[in-house]
Nanobody, 120 residues
Framework: VQLQASGGGLVQAGGSLRLSCAAS????????MGWYRQAPGNQRELVAVVTSGGRTNYADSVKGRFTISRDNAKNMVFLEMNSLKPEDTAVYYCSADLKRGARSYEKTYWGQGTQVTVSS
């Protein structure tokens, strides 16, 4: 199983970016999908998660600015980021809680990370 994230880049404060992440390989089912971020010197933190049924949860720092969504048919998760701030600068990682077979245990898989840099 691989998670491939894309869409990061350099943007000015107030700008927008859209991150995408696609899960591929032998996948039976995917439960939660999400985005996390890690800034230099900081621990990895939750940004947003979405369940297979579409329920979402956001970090307080991004509520009202970021929107997470997913395409279950394509095993993809997206993060629409608006009104970006310099403090949003970090490496963003996607995650997926999935089972590779009907009798498999659920395991969390991670993407490789994509850099988001917001200049002031």
């Amino acid at each position: 199983v691989q998670l491939q994230a894309s869409g990061g880049g350099l943007v000015q404060a107030g700008g927008s970016l859209r991150l995408s992440c696609a899960a591929s390989g032998t996948i039976f089912s995917i439960n939660g999908m999400g985005w996390y971020r890690q800034a230099p010197g900081n621990q990895r933190e939750l940004v947003a998660v979405v369940t297979s049924g579409g329920r979402t949860n956001y970090a307080d720092s991004v509520k009202g600015r970021f929107t997470i969504s997913r395409d279950n048919a394509k095993n993809m998760v997206f993060l629409e980021m608006n009104s970006l701030k310099p403090e949003d600068t970090a490496v963003y990682y996607c995650s997926a809680d999935l089972k590779r077979g009907a009798r498999s245990y659920e395991k969390t898989y991670w993407g490789q990370g994509t850099q988001v840099t917001v200049s002031s």
